[in-house]
C-alpha cells in the first residue's frame, strides 16, 4: 500500500473520529448500518454494545497506525482472524462490515472530502485488512474456541479473585499471550484475561479477575463464578513475550491484574538455562493490591537474574480491607517498596537504554507509564504493549 493511499485514510478517519464526539458517532451509525442492512448480522454481537463500540473504534485506529509496517499489521490481523472463528464469521460477514464501515465513514466525512480515490483507498485497506483475517482463518487447525471448567475460585480482594480452569483439550499460548473468555452468565460478551501461567500439557489455567465498577462481565466473574463453571476461551493474542535467545536485558512494569502476564512470561524463563537481567516493577493503589507478592519472591529467591520491586501510591491501605494488624514478615528476594506513582518511580532509575521494555495496566496506566519513561530518554521503540482496547 503507497504512502498516499495510507495518507488518504488516516486523513479522513482522523477528520471524523478526531471531532468533539466523532468515534461515539463513528461507530453507533457503523452498527447502525450494519444491523439495517445484514439483520442477521445482530446475533453475533452481545444485547449491550457499549464496550463493544469503544472496542471498534480503538481496533481501526491501530490497524490504521500500522498499514505501513505490515511485520507488525499482519500477525495482529491474522491473531483476531483466528479469535473470530469463535464467532462462526464467514467470508460474506466480512464484506458486510467492510460495506457498512464504508457508508459511515462516508456519511460523516461529506461529499467534498470523500473523493473517488479516497473511496478506492478505502476499499484497498479494508481489503487487506479482510483477506489477511479470512487467510488465517482458513489456515488455523486449531479450536475456533476452548471449553474449560472453573476448578478454583480464590478471592484474593473482595474486588479481585484467582480463578483456575481446566481446559478439555490443551491450549498451545505465548506467556505473555491474553486469552478472550465467555462466561455462562454473560453470553456474547466476550472479555480478555492474560493467563498468568506459562502453557502446559494439563491444560491447566489460572487467570487473575478484578472487578470493574460498572462493568458487564468483570464482576459476575469475581463474583458469582463458582466450581464446575464452564468457560469459553479464544484463540491466543497479543504479542508480548521475551524471545528464547534474547541477550537483551528487560524492564517489566505492571499494575493491579497486569502483574498476571509478566509473571507467566518469568514462569516460562526460569524453565530456561541462561536469561537476561529482568527487573520487575509491580504496582498498586494500596500495599493490599499488591496481591501476589508470595509468587514473585519464590520466583527471586530461585532466579537471580530477576529483580522485583513493589511499588504503590498510598503506605495504608483501604478502609474495607480487613487486615490482622499484625505485622507481616518480609519476603525474600524483593527489593524494598516504593511509594509514588509507578510510572514517576520507574523513571527516576533513569532512560533504561539498556533495556527492552513491556508495560501491562489500564490503557491510562500503559500511556503516563510510557510517556514518563520517553521522557526521562527510554526509546518509544524499546517500549511494547498490547493494544489498548
Known amino acids: 500500500m503507497d504512502s498516499r493511499t495510507v495518507a488518504l485514510i488516516r486523513t479522513t478517519f482522523k477528520a471524523v473520529a478526531a471531532e468533539d464526539g466523532g468515534s461515539e458517532r463513528l461507530s ?6 450494519l444491523f439495517t442492512d445484514y439483520p442477521a ?22 490497524a490504521l497506525e500500522r498499514l505501513e509496517e505490515p511485520d507488525q499489521l499482519l500477525p495482529f490481523l491474522a491473531q483476531l482472524g483466528r479469535d473470530h472463528r469463535k464467532y462462526g464469521v464467514q ?7 467492510a460495506n457498512s464501515l464504508k457508508s459511515a465513514m462516508r456519511q460523516f ?3 467534498e472530502m470523500w473523493t473517488d480515490e479516497v473511496d478506492s483507498a478505502w476499499d484497498e485497506a479494508l481489503e487487506l485488512i479482510s483477506n489477511a483475517m479470512i487467510s488465517a482463518a482458513d489456515k488455523e487447525t486449531t479450536p475456533a474456541a476452548w471449553a474449560a471448567t472453573v476448578v478454583e475460585r480464590r ?3 473482595r474486588n479481585l479473585a484467582v480463578i483456575r480452569v481446566q481446559l478439555e483439550q490443551p491450549m498451545e499460548y505465548a506467556a505473555g499471550q491474553y486469552i478472550s473468555v465467555q462466561v455462562p452468565a454473560r453470553p456474547r460478551m466476550w472479555r480478555y484475561l492474560s493467563p498468568a501461567n506459562p502453557a502446559n500439557t494439563n491444560g491447566e489455567i489460572e487467570f487473575h479477575v478484578r472487578s470493574v465498577l460498572g462493568g458487564w462481565v468483570s464482576p459476575a466473574m469475581v463474583s458469582h463464578t463458582a466450581v464446575g463453571d464452564q468457560w469459553m476461551l479464544g484463540s491466543p493474542l497479543g504479542g508480548l513475550g521475551v524471545p528464547r535467545n534474547t541477550k537483551r536485558k528487560m524492564l517489566m512494569i505492571g499494575c493491579g491484574t497486569g502483574v ?3 509473571r507467566a512470561q518469568i514462569m516460562a524463563m ?14 498498586g493503589h494500596h500495599p493490599c493490591d499488591l496481591y501476589d507478592l508470595q509468587v514473585l519472591s519464590q520466583l527471586a529467591v530461585v532466579n537471580k537474574w530477576l529483580t522485583v520491586t513493589p511499588v504503590t501510591e498510598s503506605d495504608e491501605n ?4 480487613a487486615d490482622s494488624g499484625e505485622p507481616r514478615p518480609e519476603l525474600p528476594g524483593l527489593e524494598p517498596r516504593m511509594t509514588g506513582q509507578i510510572g514517576k518511580v520507574v523513571a527516576s532509575y533513569g532512560p533504561w537504554s539498556d533495556r527492552d521494555v513491556q508495560i501491562v495496566g489500564s490503557p491510562s496506566m500503559v500511556q503516563t507509564t510510557k510517556f514518563r519513561l520517553m521522557a526521562a530518554g527510554t526509546q518509544a521503540k524499546s517500549i511494547r504493549h498490547d493494544p489498548l482496547f
Not at 28 to 33: A, E, Q, R, T
Open 28 to 33: 453507533s451509525s457503523f452498527y447502525s448500518i
Open 41 to 62: 448480522i445482530r446475533d453475533f454481537f452481545p444485547a449491550a454494545m457499549d464496550a463493544q463500540r469503544d472496542r471498534l473504534v480503538h481496533a481501526i485506529s491501530y
Open 91 to 97: 467470508p460474506a460477514h466480512y464484506v458486510a462490515v
Open 109 to 111: 466525512s461529506g461529499t
Open 155 to 157: 478471592e484474593v480482594l
Open 260 to 262: 498476571a502476564p509478566l
Open 270 to 283: 526460569a524453565q530456561r538455562r541462561v536469561n537476561p537481567n529482568v527487573h520487575l516493577f509491580v504496582g
Open 318 to 321: 483501604p478502609w474495607w480491607y
